[in-house]
């Protein structure tokens, strides 16, 4: 399935064809044909970029929207994908979510194998780190899958195909969380996705962090990052919640909590923003989160108006 995915065929950014490998370029650890080869993981290594609390945004997150799911759940287990130089993140997003299921697992996937062996001492009851890349190498299928900062540096079309595959990884009623954020995790963009799609975006900022909501725009995910150009929806939404916050300058008397909830609240008469748990309403807002729907924002779309 194809929702969300450029329109008409034609070129994106990076030269690929939307929602196919760009022709010869299959991701590293595929065939031509598109097939994962048999004993390589799919994928590249990553910077690693990685420190203590970098991902917090989304954990809370996810912990909040899908806490139903992992308690609802048979024996959940849960993928954090291309972790990086170091455990910390993964055996924080195994705290959090043993708070919500206290026999959740969680699998920390990585293609460098010297990051596996660095990892591997942390190890413990429930939390585990394997060699791999979005073949997802574990011993039954994901829940959860949380990737952040892993598809950055492929195509547009490559960032497509990987999720087709991580997609097909998933447990019935699973979910992928795929976004990107800054080094110290104060800005942030994720996009939510099931076995039929990416579903929402979600922005987050530490509130004291930016000047205007457009400069979160560095932090979209990578089938965003590139329609920030006039005549995209997501371009348009980045233009609307600046003038939104313009307009709720004067609730910056009272911080910058007060005046990003009002901009939202003023953005949700023009925008579908989630307006009510678990997705929305003030509870999240004030967190320096909002909410969309992917068609919203999806690539292709003429913008509202």
Known sequence: MNAG?????????????????????????????GRPVPGRPVGEITRGTTGHNRLRRADRWTAAVYGRLLVSADRPLVVDLGYGAS??????????????????????????????????????????????????????????????????????????????LLRSRLA?????????????GHRAAWVALDAQ????????????????PSDLAERLPKALIHRNVPGERVHAFLRDFDHAWALSAPYGAY??????????????????????????????????????????LAPGAPPPG
């Open 87 to 164: 455990h910390v993140t993964t055996s924080e997003l195994f705290d959090r979510l043993r708070r919500v299921r206290p026999d959740v697992e969680v699998v920390g996937v990585e293609i460098d194998p010297a990051r596996v062996a660095a990892a591997k001492p942390y190890e413990r009851p429930g939390l585990s780190f394997v060699r791999g890349g979005f073949e997802l190498p574990v011993g039954r299928r994901p829940l959860i899958v949380r990737a952040f900062n892993v598809l950055r540096q492929y195509g547009e079309a490559q960032a497509w195909e990987a999720w087709d």
């Open 172 to 184: 019935a009623g699973g979910v992928i969380v795929e976004g990107t954020c800054s080094e110290i």
């Open 5 to 33: 995915r450029p329109r008409g065929g034609g070129p994106v950014p990076d030269g690929s064809t939307p929602g196919r490998s760009t022709p010869g370029r299959p991701m590293p650890g595929r065939s031509t044909q």
């Open 197 to 212: 799609g990416p579903r929402t975006v979600t922005l987050s900022a530490r509130l004291a962090g930016f000047e205007h």
């Open 255 to 296: 911080g910058a909590r007060p005046r990003w909830t009002a901009a939202v609240e003023r953005l949700a008469a023009t925008w579908p923003v989630a307006t009510t748990p678990p997705l929305g309403g003030r509870r999240r807002w004030r967190l320096g989160e909002v909410t969309l729907p992917w068609s919203a």
